[in-house]
């Protein structure tokens, strides 16, 4: 016989780690056995009694499921944070989101939120720049800021690419990035991108007189490399490296935050690759965990959806990150199976909405996200029919036109470009 890890009406201890899991028992399992079973597994025991844990040792670093719901199938379970290395997000993934996800005994199994106690929060060093750091960076307080990802998304050679920021931000974006496939290849090699690019946006600065952020990828094959890459942007003067988070791993992410804290580089995440473990509702690790190891790790922005672009993701879904990104004190939902969640003050991240996003729905984004959000568009900027430089203005006198309260088409009877762009993208 297994211990029994049931133990519903146990309150959290002030140090204890707290997952909330949708748990879906395979046919014929019970569902506190299943319970037990993932609690068991995620901490201290096997699938089977083993004699080398005394009972002393069980009593100390039991897992406690304090709340168990079969109607709901939800499950919450106390960890004690003796458990857990501290300041390591792969460990911590290695036990509340390893071998339990691949358990027979459950048809499904996800891991909806993670309650980071302060004693853990304290390990990590949060965002370096933060929300309102980034916002220092770019000069910019009072209105979202608009990005480009230089489109195609890979094939440009690097002067081309140079040539595609440059029109972006003499256009009007603040911030210009790469695309999440693009690194070092044959055809746009990092260093002569990165080198091109820096300079380029240096000219727009003084002939703009708005500060022009690049945000070259530094995602690469090893942690070394990446590094390298992240201390070539120093000394070429950036402000900002971008990585793809989920194909680098924790490991690598974590390394980036230590390493740009010493370069005084900004650090911007791109989820690509996210859903395949955050997609299927039933099974996996939920993006609001994704989101919350970002924030505690210490990226500065994320990719947290659009609502209205391309890319899933329900309003709800989308504003629970955003929440997770800025605020503070985040109150629980059991509806959304979120865990309260107390920041301690660690510095707020810049949310992102990026993906098949037009200048047209800007007044959407804005009622949405309010004014702090970054707001990046590729075809939407690229595809204008006056080109780049007229998408971004495109995008900008959208934006004024939001923030000024006054509809696109009254605002673009005096802004050509708007106006072009609503005859392109605006649905009839
Ligand atoms: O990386 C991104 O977010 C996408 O490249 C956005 O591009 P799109 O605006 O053309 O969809
Ligand atoms: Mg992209």
């Not at 996996?284 to 994320?302: E, H, N, P, T, Y």
Request: aromatic content about 6%; hydrophobic content about 40%.
């Amino acid at each position: 016989m297994r211990r029994d890890y049931i133990d519903i009406g146990y309150s959290p201890k002030d140090t204890d780690l707290v997952c909330e899991f949708h748990i879906e028992p395979t046919a014929g399992v019970n569902f506190e056995e299943a319970a037990t079973h993932m609690a068991g597994e995620s901490s201290i025991d096997s699938w089977t009694e083993i004699a080398t844990l005394s009972p002393e040792l069980a009593e100390k670093l039991k897992p406690h499921v304090f709340y168990a719901n079969e109607e709901a199938q939800s499950v919450r379970v106390a960890y004690s944070e003796d458990l857990f290395e501290l300041g390591s997000v792969p460990q911590v993934l290695s036990a509340v989101a390893g071998n339990i996800l691949s358990m027979k005994i459950v048809d499904n199994l996800r891991l909806q939120d993670i309650a980071f106690p302060r004693s853990m929060l304290r390990e990590f060093k949060g965002p370096n720049f933060g929300l309102p750091g980034i916002r220092k960076l770019v000069g910019v307080q009072d209105r979202p800021l608009i990005g480009t990802i230089v489109k195609p998304k890979v094939g440009l050679n690097s002067e081309k690419h140079a040539e595609v920021a440059y029109n972006s931000f003499a256009g009007g974006c603040d911030l210009v990035k790469d695309d999440e496939n693009l690194t070092d290849q044959k055809f746009n090699g990092f260093e002569k991108r990165a080198e091109l690019t820096l300079k380029l946006a240096e000219k727009a600065e003084s002939e703009t007189g708005e500060r022009k952020m690049y945000l070259c990828n530094v995602t690469a094959p090893t942690c070394k490399e990446m590094v390298r890459r992240m201390n070539v942007l120093k000394d070429l003067g950036a402000s900002y490296a971008m990585v793809d988070i989920v194909p680098a791993g924790w490991t690598a992410i974590q390394t980036l935050r230590e390493e740009a804290q010493d370069a005084g580089l900004a650090l911007h995440a791109h989820r690509c690759m996210h859903s395949a473990y955050t997609r299927n509702p039933r099974h996996g690790i939920s993006m609001l965990v994704v989101a919350k190891l970002c924030r505690l790790v210490g990226l500065d922005q994320l990719h947290i959806g659009t609502v209205v672009g391309k890319m899933h993701g329900e309003k709800h879904e989308v504003l629970n990150l955003r929440d997770q990104c800025v605020l503070d004190k985040v109150p629980a939902d059991e509806s959304q199976h979120i865990l309260a969640q107390d920041w301690g003050g660690l510095k707020p991240m810049f949310p992102v909405a990026s993906g098949g996003l037009a200048p047209t729905m800007i007044p959407d984004l804005y009622s949405i996200f309010g004014k702090d959000v970054i707001m990046q568009f590729g075809g939407g900027i690229h595809a204008h029919p006056m080109g780049t430089a007229a998408g971004a203005t495109a995008c900008r006198q959208a934006l004024e036109a939001s923030l000024e309260g006054i509809s696109l088409q009254d605002y673009a009877k005096d802004h050509k470009e708007l106006e072009i762009a609503l005859g392109k993208w605006l649905k009839k």
